[in-house]
């Protein structure tokens, strides 16, 4: 093998692992409008805790169309078990633009700017398929302003054992904002850390990404090119 062939055949190689590091570098920053907040509640420390990611994608997409930001305060650890949480399927949005529930324990006490931005939640949530106030026999679920399973009015929980994001919706419940800037999904098996976070690609790596897709143009041409080299 010539030693043209071999560089050629090494530059073939670093693209196909910088097109296996694209989907990680559009996700970066997926969280945007997701936090994770430890010992709001009692012992939970969500930042820590193993979530199905598809949960969470849905969750930042959801407030991303609502124009929110959440709080999430409860996923697996220091929850009762028998639920969704248990298995990192489930998690509590306790606060929403900093905003808490007030001790909130029905559809009238409480903080009333809360049960206005949880109803926001909801509503994005619901136009992606999730199923308000009946957890029972769906695959993703939304608990809010009920005491089905708990005091759910001074939370929003949501869950989703189905290891798959939801469709975005086309329908925008923030009307200062267009539907166009909704969150890309992302796939359940993108890297993600203990704290919850998109692990970001080498940044050498998207360098060389970038001066070889100038280089070489179109990736039919790449594929042209190992064909050549078999």
């Not at 809360?114 to 199923?131: E, I, Q, T, W």
């Not at 419940?173 to 909704?182: G, I, L, Q």
């Not at 969150?183 to 704290?195: C, D, E, G, R």
């Amino acid at each position: 093998m010539s030693s043209q062939t071999k560089l050629i055949k090494d530059i073939m190689s670093l693209y196909d692992t910088i097109l296996e590091n694209k989907k990680v570098s559009e996700a970066v920053d997926v969280y945007d409008n997701v936090d994770f907040k430890d010992y709001v509640v009692g012992k939970s420390t969500p930042s820590k805790d193993n979530i199905n990611t598809a949960l969470l994608q849905d969750v930042q997409t959801a407030a991303k169309m609502a124009g929110l930001n959440v709080d999430i305060t409860t996923a697996i650890s220091g929850h009762d078990g028998g639920t969704r949480h248990e298995t990192g399927n489930a998690v509590d949005v306790a606060k929403i633009n900093g905003i808490g529930s007030g001790g909130a324990t029905n559809e009238t006490n409480g903080n009333a700017e809360f049960r206005k931005l949880g109803n926001k939640l909801k509503d994005a949530l619901v136009s992606m398929g999730y199923v308000w106030n009946t957890e029972i026999g769906n695959t993703k679920s939304v608990l809010w302003q009920t005491n089905k399973g708990g005091n759910h009015f001074n939370h929003v929980h949501i869950s989703n054992n189905s290891g798959e994001t939801s469709e975005k919706s086309t329908k925008n419940t923030d009307t200062s904002k267009p539907s166009s800037e909704t969150t890309p999904n992302v796939s359940s098996t993108t890297p993600i850390s203990s704290s919850g976070e998109i692990t970001k690609p080498d940044p050498l790596i998207m360098g060389w990404g970038k001066a070889l897709t100038d280089f070489f143009g179109l990736e039919e041409n790449i594929n042209r090119i190992k064909g050549l080299l078999k």
